[in-house]
């Protein structure tokens, strides 16, 4: 089941990318330098914050318990892991804005899909758009999971 949900979810991704990329697609790289200012900083807090975590007492706490879906890991493993995750995502995100910048300047010959003109630009473009969609997500979702980890460790100090 886990995987079939997987499969979806890319499937709806390269939709998603297909449909920024065609037919919602505008011209708006000149927002990608706010968002790689963004990103950075998200990066910075994000590693931040795992070496606070790391450098917990109550990290030591998390090891110990299993995740309750997961025999093979630990809450620790959990948390570290979305923090990995999260920092890919940015990671891939300033490399793919980085990557647009230097073909901006770059004529790519353009194909016709159903009347619609897709180019690699667009597509790198929505690919960035939906990549830093989903960075925010992770973000947010990291913010909130390193409050509730710091107010369990304020409890236990």
């Known amino acids: 089941m886990l995987t079939i949900s997987k499969i979806i979810k890319y499937i709806f991704l390269v939709g998603i990318t297909f449909l920024f ?6 011209d708006n790289s000149s927002t990608f330098p706010h968002i790689l200012t963004f990103l950075s900083i998200t ?20 090891y110990k318990k299993e995740v309750t879906n997961d025999n093979s890991k630990t809450l620790l493993h959990q948390l570290v892991g979305k923090f990995e995750k999260a920092i890919v995502t940015f990671t891939t995100t300033i490399v793919l804005i980085l990557v647009f ?6 004529e790519f010959k353009e194909l016709y ?6 180019s690699i630009k667009s597509i790198l473009s929505s690919i960035i758009w939906m990549l830093s969609f989903i960075s925010l997500w992770n ?19």
Do not use: C, H, M, P
């Not at 990329?21 to 505008?26: A, G, I, K, P, V």
């Not at 990066?43 to 998390?62: E, V, W």
């Open 21 to 26: 990329s065609t037919y919602l697609y505008f």
């Open 43 to 62: 990066t910075g807090f994000s590693i931040t914050g795992l070496s606070i975590i790391a450098t917990s007492k109550f990290s030591k706490d998390l």
């Open 101 to 106: 910048s230097f073909i901006a300047s770059i």
């Open 113 to 118: 899909f159903w009347n619609t003109k897709i």
């Open 139 to 157: 973000f947010t979702d990291l913010l909130k999971l390193f409050s509730k980890f710091v107010i369990q460790s304020a409890k236990r100090e």
